[in-house]
């Protein structure tokens, strides 16, 4: 259903509130650079942080803008079962094609509590729905069994695995038998992702070099292992620079320092310093990208 390079959007912020100009401009780029979905409110659109009011305007302006061009799966993940229910209630109303929604965080759920959390929202809510396993932000890691469990709910269509761990991506898509699509969450390790079987990546440095992500998940969906393996470790500086501090806060500085939206981000994240920009400026340079500002 869905596959390839989809774009974790970032969110800019202005005075405060979502910067709509920005954002809209940073659809249009997402889009015109062949990106194959974009998922609005999640992690990285720092959606902890957003009110209801902004997390549906949020999805609405996106929808809005991609006008139908490529799917727009929405981030509508809680620690509270009732409000993702209602997030993704309005997704669906607000025109997404699927919504995403994280584990439980903070309560630290049993397996047989993540499982419930997942088919109440997927009976409540006629969409397609990818789960998400972020064991480093939740405290608690999908299970493969648990996983195999939730694969035969019918509009549970895929999993975004950030667990950068093979050997229980392996187990995980061996007890699904086919029944879902798998999505890696982590950029390094796309290439043995995609070798495994995964159909794509929901990506963090995408929205500064969709191109170039592109060019990874489509030699890989092709079977072309070599220009694979090369846009792989070509990314491989970009993706280490995404991550030196707490996702989203590179790829906001990166953001910035290409002119794209101001740095402003939500409390309790907060800018990256100066060493950092530095050594982000060096490699967004080094990449072949002309970022216009040093620390923005």
């Known amino acids: 259903m869905f596959h390839g390079t989809i774009t974790a959007l970032i969110t800019p912020f202005r005075n405060g509130k979502i910067g709509e100009k920005a954002l809209r401009m940073h659809v249009e780029r997402q889009i015109e650079a062949g990106v194959n979905a974009v998922v609005p409110a999640g992690t990285t659109g720092e959606a902890a942080t957003l009110s209801f009011a902004e997390h549906k305007h949020l999805i609405e302006v996106t929808v809005q803008m991609v006008q139908g061009r490529i799917p727009v799966i929405a981030g509508t993940g809680s620690n509270n079962t009732a409000e993702s229910i209602e997030l993704t209630k309005a997704a669906k109303a607000l025109g997404a094609d699927a919504a995403l929604l994280i584990s439980p965080y903070y309560n630290k759920p049993t397996q047989e509590g993540i499982y419930q959390h997942y088919k109440a929202v997927a009976e409540a809510v006629h969409l397609p729905i990818i789960i998400y396993n972020v064991p480093g932000r939740t405290n608690s890691n999908i299970l493969p069994q648990t996983v195999e469990r939730l694969s035969r709910i019918a509009n549970i269509v895929g999993i975004k695995d950030a667990t950068a761990d093979m050997e229980q991506t392996n187990a995980t898509m061996a007890a699904c038998e086919g029944r879902i699509d798998f999505f890696s969450g982590d950029d390094a390790t796309v290439l043995p992702f995609m070798a495994l079987g995964g159909a794509g990546v929901i990506s963090v440095v995408s929205n500064i070099v969709p191109q170039a992500m592109l060019r990874l998940t489509d030699a890989a969906a092709a079977g072309n292992w070599l220009a694979a393996r090369k846009a792989q470790i070509a990314l491989a500086e970009l993706n280490r620079m995404m991550f030196v501090q707490s996702n989203p806060i590179p790829v906001k500085a990166a953001a910035a320092m290409m002119g794209w939206m101001l740095k402003d981000i939500r409390l309790p994240l ?24 040093t620390r923005p």
Do not use: Q
Request: proline residues 8%; negative net charge.
């Open 270 to 293: 907060t800018v990256l310093p100066d060493d950092l920009c530095d050594e982000m400026h060096a490699a967004l340079t080094n990449f072949g990208l002309k970022p216009a500002h």
